[in-house]
């Protein structure tokens, strides 16, 4: 089954100078696996706040190895639904969180994430999260 890896993974793995040496294994296998997807505003995120042009240009480079799920109008109407149904039940989260579970749900993906918000989503929403 296909994983949708959450920014705050691909950021542990790429960005950070003491990467989570269990969290790189588990990526490394995935990739090598051929199983790894990301969406659009998860690379946006990635890219995001990088002021160094060169080092942007590298993660820029290294992501392209992976093609974007390409995003439809049900993904968002889908997003939307789970933003309401989370709410009625006082649980917050970010749009790109809910795009992600919408995703994940109608593509049939599994969530890898570190983010602990997905385990609150996923008392209402049918999810399939890898920590």
């Given at each position: 089954?296909?994983?949708?890896?959450?920014?705050c993974v691909?950021?542990?793995?790429?960005?950070?100078?003491?990467p989570n040496?269990?969290?790189?294994?588990?990526?490394k296998?995935?990739?090598n696996?051929?199983?790894?997807?990301?969406?659009?505003?998860?690379?946006?995120?990635?890219?995001?706040?990088?002021?160094?042009m060169?080092?942007?240009n590298?993660?820029?480079?290294?992501?392209?190895?992976?093609?974007?799920?390409?995003?439809?109008?049900?993904?968002?109407?889908?997003?939307?639904?789970?933003?309401?149904?989370c709410?009625?039940?006082?649980?917050?989260?970010?749009?790109?969180?809910?795009?992600?579970?919408?995703?994940?749900?109608?593509?049939?993906?599994?969530?890898?994430?570190?983010?602990?918000?997905?385990e609150?989503?996923?008392?209402?929403?049918?999810?399939?999260?890898?920590?």
């Amino acid at each position: 089954m296909r994983v949708l890896v959450d920014t705050c993974v691909w950021s542990q793995v790429l960005r950070h100078k003491n990467p989570n040496l269990e969290l790189t294994k588990k990526m490394k296998d995935l990739i090598n696996d051929g199983r790894v997807c990301i969406i659009g505003p998860i690379r946006q995120e990635l890219l995001s706040g990088i002021p160094d042009m060169k080092q942007f240009n590298q993660l820029k480079e290294l992501l392209s190895s992976f093609e974007d799920i390409p995003l439809k109008t049900e993904h968002f109407l889908k997003a939307a639904e789970f933003t309401n149904i989370c709410r009625s039940k006082e649980i917050q989260g970010s749009t790109i969180d809910f795009l992600i579970c919408a995703v994940a749900h109608s593509e049939n993906l599994i969530i890898l994430t570190t983010d602990n918000d997905f385990e609150n989503y996923k008392k209402y929403l049918s999810l399939k999260l890898m920590k």
